[in-house]
């Protein structure tokens, strides 16, 4: 399908990244990720406290949204090609060891399929830097006052939940801004340049 030369950034929505967080479709976002209450250990009337808790911050700030994603990657591709070469293979050392990669990563899977990460999030419309730092207090004081307890996300965590989000293998720590950008040098400047008039046509 023909996309007139729209790169993925464009696709989605997504402008830049901003002091607070994420630019797109002509709006702001801000992301608090929510340190997990381990329920399990919790009384009934606990766990129904923590929920009217809950109710109570959205009563409270209703512009509030929340997030439950996966916190970590998925392996299935790496599974399904794994099984690919195990139909394929002949030789019977080398489907051994296909094996036991497959089941290595089907137990990782296992391990980490209840983690997940919890957010909150607030959409608005351009506004200042003091309008901005008023309402991000706002929210971390509610928060924090109904028994929980949240970080605002930085520029690293935005980026490595938007990976995860959509399906990107993280090799490394570090996500770079633009794929490669470590070869570019001194060129990377300009190129960020342009980028940034395209997205303003």
């Known amino acids: 399908m023909f996309l007139n030369k729209k790169s993925v950034q464009k696709l989605i929505g997504f402008e830049e990244f901003t002091k607070y967080g994420v630019r797109a479709n002509k709006e702001d976002f801000i992301f608090f990720s929510v340190e997990p209450v381990n329920i399990s250990v919790l009384s009934a009337a606990n766990i129904e406290a923590k929920i009217y808790h809950l109710m109570m ?39 051994k060891l296909l094996q036991a990669d497959y089941q290595f990563l089907d137990e990782i899977q296992l391990e980490m399929s209840s983690a997940r ?34 970080k605002r996300m930085d520029k690293p965590e935005i980026k490595r939940m938007l990976a995860l989000y959509f399906g990107a293998s993280i090799s490394r720590e570090e996500i770079e801004d633009i794929e490669g950008e470590q070869y570019f040098g001194e060129d990377l400047h300009e190129i960020q340049e342009k980028m940034q008039e395209e997205n303003q046509n």
């Not at 959205?58 to 690919?84: G, H, M, R, T, W």
């Not at 608005?124 to 991000?136: A, K």
């Open 117 to 150: 990460q919890f957010l909150f999030a607030v959409r608005f419309r351009r506004e200042n830097d003091g309008q901005i730092f008023r309402l991000v207090n706002r929210i971390d004081k509610a928060v924090t006052e109904h028994g929980f307890t949240i």
């Open 57 to 95: 911050i959205l009563s409270v700030i209703p512009e509030l949204e929340l997030l439950a994603l996966d916190s970590c990657e998925s392996f299935e591709p790496n599974k399904a090609y794994l099984q690919k070469r195990l139909k394929e293979e002949k030789n019977p050392a080398v489907r």
